[in-house]
Every structure is written in structure tokens, then in C-alpha cells.
């Protein structure tokens, strides 16, 4: 799952574990929980989220591929939300683990992101859904996650649903491409 922060990512991705039974690993849940146990590493990653950076991207995918052994015996499939994050994540991603069938690009406006993000954040507990962090979070997924959504054009696996719509309409785009697969 590629798209921006507030795009929808996990809006989609609770559907399609629903519907497709897919092992779904948010890099962001996963690193969320490691900040929630109040490890030493945990407490490291929160004071980096918090600002709105990336953690350092060995820690990420050991956390992902760790998650996907946990999970191999019984997994239909992965669906791995919020990673990469940066083109050379996919590339490492690929080196340690293996390559993507496919990416779905949830696409929605700069302005209707930062609507939903500060609307989350009325509720989500979120240290990072705040004005000054979400800036942060958009012009970083700008620079550097749009990119990653370029390198796998190029390989032509990339699907891109209109995340303007309502939910249950993306939701159709989704499955669309996932049962093209
Ligand atoms: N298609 C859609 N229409 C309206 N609101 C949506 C939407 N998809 C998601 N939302 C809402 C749910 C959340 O409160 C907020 C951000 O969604 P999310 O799934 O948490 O995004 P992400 O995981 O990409 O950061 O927007
Ligand atoms: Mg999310």
C-alpha cells in the first residue's frame, strides 16, 4: 500500500483483510507498538516519529520481516501497509525479503489529506496527528514516498485507486485490482 498520510491506507486495508483474509502489516502499527511496551528502542523511535521523521530503515524491516516469519505457516498473502517509505526502503526490502506482486497507490488530494489527519486526530491518540506534525508528514511523503511510487511504475505494477471517493467506493477499485491479480 502506497499514498499519503490521511490517504486512507488503513481504511483499505481493514476491507481487504476482511475480504481476502491477507496478513496485513502496518509498519507504522508495528512501530507504534514498540513505542506502546516503553522499550529503550521504543522510546527512541517515539521521539522520531513525533517530530515527523523516518526511523531508520534496518529497524523497520527487521520489524517487518520478523512480523512476516511470525506469520508464514499461516499467511494467504501479505499486504504491508506504510512501507517503503522511500525508495532505497524498497530496494532493501527487496534485497532482504523479496519483490512486491503488486502496489496500490491510494491517491487523494494534499488539502483532503490534512482534512482527515486533523480530523483523526480529534480521536486517534495519535502524537503525530497534529497541524505542525502532518506539514511535516506531507512534504516528506512528497519528497521522498512518491518517488517509490515511480520505481514500481516502471515495473508496471503499480494500481491507483481515487481515494476522493467514499470508502466503500475505493473500496470496489481495490478489490477490482487485487482480483485482477
Ligand atoms: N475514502 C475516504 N473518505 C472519507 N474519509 C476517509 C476515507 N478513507 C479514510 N478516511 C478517513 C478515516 C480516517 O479518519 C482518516 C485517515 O484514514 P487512514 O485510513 O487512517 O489513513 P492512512 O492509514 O493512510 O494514514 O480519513
Ligand atoms: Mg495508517
Known amino acids: 500500500m502506497a499514498g499519503g498520510p490521511g490517504s486512507g491506507k488503513g481504511t483499505q486495508c481493514e476491507k481487504i483483510v476482511a475480504k481476502y483474509g491477507y496478513t496485513h502489516l502496518s509498519s507504522g502499527d508495528l512501530l ?10 521504543g522510546k527512541q523511535l517515539q521521539a522520531i516519529m513525533q517530530k515527523g521523521e523516518l526511523v531508520p530503515l534496518d529497524t523497520v524491516l527487521d520489524m517487518i520481516k520478523d512480523a512476516m516469519i511470525a ?3 499461516v499467511s494467504k498473502g501479505y499486504l ?6 522511500e525508495v532505497k526502503q ?27 489527519l486533523m ?4 480521536t486517534s491518540g495519535r502524537s503525530d496527528d497534529n497541524e505542525e506534525t502532518i506539514k511535516k508528514r506531507l512534504d516528506l511523503y512528497y519528497k521522498a514516498t512518491e518517488p517509490v511510487i515511480a520505481f514500481y511504475e516502471g515495473r508496471g505494477i503499480v494500481r491507483k485507486v481515487d481515494s476522493e471517493l467514499p470508502v466503500d467506493e475505493v473500496f470496489g477499485q481495490v478489490a477490482k485490482a487485487i482480483d485482477a491479480l
Do not use: H, W
Not at 36 to 41: D, L
Not at 102 to 107: A, G, H, I, K, Q
Not at 119 to 122: C, D, I, L, P, S
Open 80 to 85: 504491508i501497509d506504510g512501507y517503503p517509505r
Open 90 to 116: 524498497g530496494e532493501e526490502f527487496e534485497k532482504k525479503i523479496g519483490k512486491p506482486c503488486m502496489l496500490l497507490y491510494v491517491d487523494a488530494r494534499g488539502e483532503t489529506m490534512v482534512k482527515r
Open 32 to 41: 507504534r507498538a514498540e513505542v506502546a511496551s516503553g522499550s529503550e528502542r
Open 119 to 122: 480530523k483523526r486526530g480529534e
Open 71 to 73: 506469520k508464514a505457516d
